[in-house]
């Protein structure tokens, strides 16, 4: 069974950076694509960032395009989030999330946006942004 551990979250000021990291155990972290995703009090859950399993392509969602940045390192079975420039409205829990090999499908419809597509979740860790 796939776990996924995130960690790196805390309170940092407006323009202040942080960087996310999300463990993944359990099967072949080199099968799985990964998406970040954030969600506050009573809001769905948004899509942050996406990294391919295959050639480390990314996407972004336009809201952290150019602040964010999305990577992993198969030889530790994790995934990171940069998150730099960061303000209030950043503020929110972050998840990180596995799929298996999705195929060309899964990213030509759009569905890496989509939280109920993809297979194993963590619990998450929060980012407060304030000063």
């Known amino acids: 069974q796939v776990q996924l551990v995130e960690s790196g979250g805390g309170s940092v000021q407006p323009g202040g950076s942080l960087k996310l990291s999300c463990v993944f155990s359990?099967?072949?972290?080199?099968?799985?694509?990964m998406g970040w995703f954030r969600q506050t009090p009573g809001n769905a859950r948004e899509f942050v960032a996406h990294i391919m399993w295959v050639g480390d392509n990314t996407y972004y969602a336009d809201s952290v395009k150019g602040r964010f940045t999305v990577s992993r390192a198969n030889a530790k079975n994790t995934v990171y989030l940069q998150m730099d420039s960061l303000n209030p409205v950043d503020t929110a829990d972050y998840y990180c999330?596995?799929?298996?090999?999705?195929?060309?499908?899964?990213?030509?419809?759009?569905?890496?946006?989509?939280?109920?597509?993809?297979?194993?979740w963590g619990l998450g860790t929060r980012v407060t942004v304030s000063s």
């Open positions: 359990g099967r072949d972290f080199d099968m799985y694509a």
């Open positions: 999330a596995a799929i298996d090999s999705p195929g060309y499908e899964f990213y030509s419809n759009g569905h890496y946006q989509v939280p109920n597509k993809y297979d194993y």
